[in-house]
């Protein structure tokens, strides 16, 4: 365990005599991935400022060219030996306490999105009222490729993107820019990159937690920008006829439809990342996003956590690690995935993750009591 100096190198917090607190994620070599020691300085921090009245807002940003690339996985999987599951366990509790905390949150946060949001990057900002995104963000959620799952609360907003656009970002992994974040509701607003210190020295004089006031100065330093030609948000259409169906088998035929009458560049990228990525990882997955649009952010968590834990015990399927090994450690890129086809992957075994652990040591995640609903809109529906 990290000593609490170390924990505080990791998040930095930029001190002012203003009523706000910039939290800066400061692991830049490793694109700010969240480790353990970052997760619980940022969750006890979140905390203290929650409580404090002097606090009226909260801004997060990260060092460096990324704003955070996720959670520290990589680590996650070398803490894990044949008897030792709860490690990892024990690290997405608490990063999945911080995202419900972030979620219901009673005072604003604004996350500066300057760059690579993934994973757990997206659990410590999309949830909160604010995102601003930039012409240098670059979002995804790339888990179906590291044999995990868009967890994270992930099957809480990506379900409430426009029609089955959550389905689609959350099965291929496929980027989105800041103009797409934006148009899929991921983002609130979009500030070029050269006016980002002016919007915080304006934010630093805000004394108050009024959202409004808030979102007003926020405005008047945003943009609308373009879409890409070649973006797929403007393919809603295909992409819910494509995604809305019933399983992972469908969706690789519908496309394969698409591409047969129409053929189109996100159509074979989203065929090839579906066709690469693990196949228990995909249907999970799909489940996952599915069961989301039914429940509330505790819910989801407390869901997502009962199946990161039978991924860590590896019991039913051995592929996040196969897939951390192919793509962190050894980096051939070459996952070996079993079962290595989806009509292999049966209903039983995806059924499983979404039960209670067979363990007498173990237990749903408890999630701290809240009096604050989500306050904070993804899609613009």
């Given at each position: 365990m990290a000593s609490a100096v170390a924990q505080e190198d990791q998040v930095l917090v930029?001190?002012?005599?203003?009523?706000?607190?910039?939290?800066?994620?400061?692991?830049?070599k490793q694109l700010n991935a969240l480790s353990f020691q970052m997760i619980s300085r940022l969750l006890e921090l979140f905390v203290a400022y929650e409580q404090d009245p002097t606090v009226k807002l909260v801004i997060l940003k990260g060092k460096g060219r990324a704003f955070c690339a996720g959670g520290d996985v990589a680590a996650v999987v070398r803490s894990i030996t044949k008897d030792n599951w709860r490690s990892g366990a024990i690290f997405f509790g608490k990063e999945f306490i911080l995202n419900y905390l972030t979620a219901t949150y009673s005072k604003p946060q604004v996350?500066?999105?300057?760059?690579?949001?993934?994973?757990?990057?997206?659990?410590?900002?999309?949830?909160?009222?604010?995102?601003?995104?930039?012409?240098?963000?670059?979002?995804?959620?790339?888990?179906?490729?590291?044999?995990?799952?868009?967890?994270?609360g992930a099957s809480y907003f990506l379900s409430r993107l426009p029609g089955f656009f959550g389905e689609y970002v959350g099965l291929t992994g496929t980027r989105l820019d800041g103009a797409e974040m934006l148009a899929c509701g991921l983002a609130t607003h979009?500030?070029?990159?050269?006016?980002?210190?002016?919007?915080?020295q304006e934010l630093c004089k805000v004394d108050s937690s009024d959202s409004a006031n808030i979102s007003a100065i926020?405005?008047?330093?945003?943009?609308?920008?373009?879409?890409?030609?070649?973006?797929?948000?403007?393919?809603l259409d295909a992409i819910d006829r494509c995604f809305s169906q019933r399983t992972v088998e469908d969706i690789i035929n519908a496309l394969e439809r698409e591409a047969s009458n129409m053929p189109d560049?996100?159509?074979?990228?989203?065929?090839?990342?579906?066709?690469?990525?693990?196949?228990?990882?995909?249907?999970?997955?799909?489940?996952s996003i599915r069961e989301g649009r039914l429940q509330g952010i505790g819910q989801c968590l407390i869901?997502?956590?009962?199946?990161?834990?039978h991924v860590l015990r590896g019991e039913v399927s051995k592929d996040f690690f196969e897939g951390c090994r192919a793509l962190l450690l050894d980096k051939d890129k070459n996952p070996r995935w079993e079962p290595s086809k989806l009509e292999h992957v049966r209903d039983d075994k995806v059924d499983l993750y979404f039960e209670k652990v067979n363990n007498e040591e173990w237990e749903d995640l408890k999630l701290p009591p809240r009096s604050n609903l989500p306050g904070y809109a993804i899609a613009k529906l």
């Amino acid at each position: 365990m990290a000593s609490a100096v170390a924990q505080e190198d990791q998040v930095l917090v930029q001190e002012n005599l203003s009523a706000t607190k910039i939290l800066i994620l400061n692991r830049p070599k490793q694109l700010n991935a969240l480790s353990f020691q970052m997760i619980s300085r940022l969750l006890e921090l979140f905390v203290a400022y929650e409580q404090d009245p002097t606090v009226k807002l909260v801004i997060l940003k990260g060092k460096g060219r990324a704003f955070c690339a996720g959670g520290d996985v990589a680590a996650v999987v070398r803490s894990i030996t044949k008897d030792n599951w709860r490690s990892g366990a024990i690290f997405f509790g608490k990063e999945f306490i911080l995202n419900y905390l972030t979620a219901t949150y009673s005072k604003p946060q604004v996350s500066i999105l300057n760059g690579i949001v993934m994973g757990g990057g997206a659990g410590v900002s999309i949830h909160g009222r604010f995102r601003v995104a930039t012409e240098n963000s670059i979002f995804a959620m790339p888990e179906t490729a590291l044999g995990l799952f868009p967890d994270i609360g992930a099957s809480y907003f990506l379900s409430r993107l426009p029609g089955f656009f959550g389905e689609y970002v959350g099965l291929t992994g496929t980027r989105l820019d800041g103009a797409e974040m934006l148009a899929c509701g991921l983002a609130t607003h979009f500030v070029p990159a050269a006016k980002l210190n002016l919007l915080e020295q304006e934010l630093c004089k805000v004394d108050s937690s009024d959202s409004a006031n808030i979102s007003a100065i926020i405005d008047r330093y945003s943009e609308q920008p373009p879409l890409k030609d070649q973006s797929p948000f403007h393919r809603l259409d295909a992409i819910d006829r494509c995604f809305s169906q019933r399983t992972v088998e469908d969706i690789i035929n519908a496309l394969e439809r698409e591409a047969s009458n129409m053929p189109d560049v996100w159509i074979s990228a989203a065929s090839q990342s579906l066709k690469k990525a693990s196949p228990t990882s995909l249907k999970i997955s799909l489940r996952s996003i599915r069961e989301g649009r039914l429940q509330g952010i505790g819910q989801c968590l407390i869901r997502e956590y009962r199946m990161v834990c039978h991924v860590l015990r590896g019991e039913v399927s051995k592929d996040f690690f196969e897939g951390c090994r192919a793509l962190l450690l050894d980096k051939d890129k070459n996952p070996r995935w079993e079962p290595s086809k989806l009509e292999h992957v049966r209903d039983d075994k995806v059924d499983l993750y979404f039960e209670k652990v067979n363990n007498e040591e173990w237990e749903d995640l408890k999630l701290p009591p809240r009096s604050n609903l989500p306050g904070y809109a993804i899609a613009k529906l």
